[in-house]
């Protein structure tokens, strides 16, 4: 059981370039999350999924676009990378039972863009 | 909005002595509220939660106690080691639209020398 695992670990894109980053969980979660973490702000919340098909923006949806073709994948897109798009990406689960449940976090994604 | 504020760090301490990390929040309703452990180069773990007031969370030593009359949830350990060093968020789950987010404080780092 591996848990939540993102990929790539580590990434340096130039200004424009795009990328996909991938978010995987094998505990049959029905909620996916992406978060990014920047200095001195924690983590917010750029989109997130209520099960397969399904998405919708968080606070910070801007230049980011998501697709959860199949239950257990979320991947995060960036069609134009911009140096403001720098951070830590976090991917997060959880099941759907009731609003206690616990969100468990992958080991994150190191962005780097020029 | 709701908001989690936390105290700023780097909280540096010897082995063995007592910590406090303070954490408040503002909310409507009874949030439940989380804090959640980043050690070095990992993702976020969970490390106590209370769903309600009153409530006390604990965890490997750690404990937070759900104050709803001063909007509290201070992380407290009555003898920290080396291996606590790492960075701490405190976290309510607030609502959204047809889910549930969390909402981080900015994280409070935490040095433990032998």
């Known amino acids: 059981n591996a848990g939540v695992t993102q990929t790539p670990k580590f990434r340096v894109l130039k200004t424009g370039q795009s990328m996909t980053l991938l978010c995987a969980q094998d505990?049959?979660?029905?909620?996916m999350y992406w978060y990014r973490q920047d200095p001195g702000m924690g983590l917010r919340l750029i989109h997130y999924?209520?099960?397969?098909?399904?998405?919708a923006k968080g606070e910070v949806p801007d230049g980011y676009n998501v697709s959860r073709l199949k239950k257990q994948n979320f991947l995060l897109g960036l069609e134009s990378a911009a140096p403001s798009q720098t951070s830590v990406y976090f991917c997060?689960?959880?099941?759907?039972?009731?609003?206690?449940?616990?969100?468990?976090f992958g080991p994150g994604t190191r962005l780097l863009v020029l | 909005g709701d908001s989690v504020t936390q105290m700023e760090g780097p909280v540096t301490l010897s082995e063995e002595a007592f910590l406090t990390i303070n954490c408040t929040y503002t909310?409507?309703?009874?949030?439940?509220l989380f804090w959640y452990v980043q050690y070095p180069g990992e993702g976020l773990q969970l490390l106590l939660k209370?769903?309600?007031?009153?409530d006390k969370g604990s965890n490997k030593g750690f404990e937070a106690t759900y104050r709803k009359e001063t909007t509290s949830f201070h992380l407290e350990k009555g003898s920290v080691q080396v291996s606590d060093s790492a960075v701490y968020f405190c976290?309510?789950?607030?609502?959204?639209?047809?889910?549930?987010?969390?909402?981080f404080g900015t994280g409070t780092r935490l040095q433990v020398f032998p």
């Open positions: 999924s209520v099960g397969e098909g399904t998405t």
């Open positions: 209370a769903t309600k007031a009153d």
């Open positions: 909310a409507t309703g009874y949030p439940s």
């Open positions: 997060a689960s959880r099941s759907s039972g009731g609003r206690k449940e616990t969100q468990y």
């Open positions: 976290a309510l789950r607030g609502l959204m639209y047809n889910t549930d987010k969390l909402i």
């Open positions: 505990m049959n979660h029905e909620y």
